[in-house]
């Protein structure tokens, strides 16, 4: 049974930070592309950033130079630190993994960013 479970998700102030977990089983971790997404309430989900089995990484725009997406294969997770959050980043994160046509998501986390 494979499964994606993220953790780290909260409130936090605007230019604060936090770091998503995504503890992955059931899947050869290693060989999956990881991302992570969000959704808005009222918007559709989008990609945040993903990494590659081979370390390559991309990020949206709106977050690149404030996230960074790592992974660590001996652990099978892949994390999102996330640095001078706005309040635009409020959204539930979602962890993704896909390889070869088999996608996989996780229940979702809530990040709030507010004063």
């Known amino acids: 049974q494979v499964q994606l479970v993220e953790s780290g998700g909260g409130l936090v102030q605007p230019g604060g930070s936090l770091r998503l977990s995504c503890a992955a089983s059931?899947?050869?971790?290693?060989?999956?592309?990881m991302g992570w997404y969000r959704q808005a309430p009222g918007k559709q989900r989008e990609l945040v950033a993903a990494?590659?089995?081979?370390?390559?990484?991309n990020y949206a725009d709106s977050v690149k130079g404030r996230f960074t997406i790592s992974r660590d294969n001996a652990k099978n997770t892949v994390y999102l630190q996330m640095n001078s959050l706005k309040p635009e980043d409020t959204a539930v994160y979602y962890c993704?993994?896909?390889?070869?046509?088999?996608?996989?998501w996780g229940q979702g986390t809530q990040v709030t960013v507010s004063s």
């Open positions: 993704n993994g896909h390889f070869r046509g088999n996608t996989y």
């Open positions: 059931g899947i050869i971790f290693s060989m999956y592309t």
């Open positions: 990494i590659t089995s081979g370390g390559s990484k």
